[in-house]
């Protein structure tokens, strides 16, 4: 008889169900399961001596929006790591990052209950059923100086069991978390004292900072469970099934730049939406749009040259121009590509018209694909929502491939336009949802899940160790 793990593994450039006989052998089977696809030189959780340790684990639990919780997905994605670190006798003390505090020109970080991590305790708390302490620290205009000694009474309560684990408040709101020197060093150093182990299991925040990167010098380190599975699923996207598709949209063209220029390289047909395609429309067509910046137009001349060679981006020929940046009645319409003239000045373009999708070369690229990675947002949400919706249904309708879908708005778009579809495919073994999708492009430009930095400090700990190398304590 055959039990379903619930695990996807990488075969081929195909997702599957683990399966795993019963009896005899089966935790072994299951062992091997766990590190298939992973490079051996990544600590895993399950390797780590965990009990009676205090267990310090860096989850992405970035949920947070103006003190209220609007989609709880990746928080729900950790309790694998939490659970199994309480299974084998470990005491944690979690953080995460929580929004932007910082002012970026001042300095100054504002420590406010808009970005505190109370609403993340208190979903811990109900679905867990367990105390789980938030210790309080004085924050100045600065933010948090300093971890202050008043954390220890929490943590003998810990040791002791009298509480099942610590949440440590927003790590941005501590002045050491995105600085340099000394007081990132000192702040780094505080965080190593609490614990006896690192974990890291927060695959979204891919940036260096002191509770990423610089923590892993002090204690020996892990990837939790879930940052496992994440870079296991960026083997699809970097090691794809072919034919391969990549829809790929944003806010800002230059910002991904880098990455789409990598991705580009990568796949077999690439779609565009957003203010991306926006740009990419002027750069091809010589017309104008509102809100598109004209060194970017400059910059998606270089995408339109390669393009003109390989012909890899498959136009959406419909899409949708409004007067306002909004949505009013009578404002808005739609626009054929084929009839753009050199000089056309438009208004904003904030969508792409459904029709678009059933367009034969959009239509036989996404239904003919063994691989589809989507990081994209087709239209100006809340306003225009139709382009996206059209997106998710039509690659549905390939029932044949591998569809991997950035974190994010992303995620969030695909679960508010279709709910239904959403709750149907979250057992589907075709179909992946990262909980990072800015961390997924980062691995595309650098063609290497292993260059994430925080990932990298992991194996890097890991070597020293084997080396017999001290670590912290």
């Given at each position: ?6 695990r ?28 298939a ?33 609007n ?9 694998g ?17 929580v ?7 001042t ?67 501590f002045?050491g978390?995105e ?39 002090h ?50 047909q ?33 995408l ?28 808005y ?25 059933e367009?034969?070369?959009v239509?036989q ?24 919706r ?27 336009l ?56």
């Amino acid at each position: 008889m055959l039990r379903l793990t619930g695990r996807l593994l990488y075969n081929g450039g195909k997702l599957k169900r683990a399966q795993r006989p019963g009896g005899i052998g089966a935790e072994k089977e299951m062992v091997a399961m766990e590190l298939a696809n992973l490079d051996r030189r990544l600590p895993l959780v399950q390797h780590a001596s965990l009990k009676d340790k205090v267990v310090l684990v860096r989850f992405d639990h970035n949920v947070v929006k103006k003190g209220v919780i609007n989609d709880p997905f990746r928080i729900d994605r950790t309790l694998g790591t939490l659970f199994y670190i309480v299974a084998q006798g470990g005491k944690p003390i979690m953080m995460t990052h929580v929004g932007r505090p910082k002012d970026k020109k001042t300095g100054d970080i504002k420590a406010s209950e808009d970005s505190g991590v109370e609403p993340i305790v208190d979903y811990l708390k109900s679905k867990l059923h367990v105390k789980i302490e938030v210790p309080s620290f004085p924050a100045g205009p600065k933010g948090i100086a300093a971890i202050d000694t008043s954390i220890n009474h929490n943590i003998r309560r810990l040791r002791q069991g009298e509480i099942a684990g610590i949440y440590l408040p927003n790590t941005r709101w501590f002045a050491g978390e995105e600085a340099k020197g000394e007081v990132r060093d000192d702040f780094a150093l505080q965080l190593a004292g609490l614990a006896d182990v690192y974990v890291n299991d927060a695959f979204g925040s891919w940036q260096p900072h002191a509770s990423t990167f610089d923590v892993t010098k002090h204690l020996p380190s892990y990837a939790g469970y879930l940052l496992q599975d994440e870079m296991r699923h960026l083997e699809l996207v970097l090691n794809p099934a072919r034919p391969f598709v990549a829809v790929v949209a944003g806010a800002k063209y230059d910002t991904k730049i880098g990455p789409l220029q990598a991705l580009y390289e990568q796949v077999d047909q690439l779609i565009l939406g957003g203010v991306i395609y926006n740009t990419y429309l002027c750069a091809k067509y010589g017309v104008k749009i509102a809100g598109v910046a004209e060194e970017d137009i400059a910059a998606a001349g270089d995408l339109v040259k390669a393009d003109a060679k390989a012909g890899k981006i498959i136009e959406l020929p419909y899409i949708v121009e409004s007067d306002v940046l909004g949505r009013e009645e009578g404002k808005y319409r739609t626009v054929a590509l084929e009839d753009l003239k050199p000089g056309m000045e438009l208004g904003y373009v904030l969508d792409i018209d459904p029709k678009s999708f059933e367009a034969p070369a959009v239509s036989q690229a996404l239904g003919s694909a063994a691989s589809i990675f989507v990081n994209a947002v087709m239209g100006f949400t809340p306003h225009f929502t139709d382009g996206s919706r059209a997106l998710d249904t039509t690659i549905d309708a390939n029932r044949a491939a591998a569809k991997l879908y950035g974190g994010g708005d992303t995620l969030q778009e695909f679960k508010d336009l279709c709910p239904g579809l959403y709750l149907s495919v979250l057992d589907n073994a075709q179909y992946y949802f990262f909980t990072g999708g800015g961390s997924v492009l980062k691995a595309i430009e650098q063609h290497s899940a292993y260059g994430l930095e925080p990932v990298a400090a992991l194996m890097d700990n890991a070597a020293l160790l084997d080396q017999g190398a001290p670590i912290g304590k």
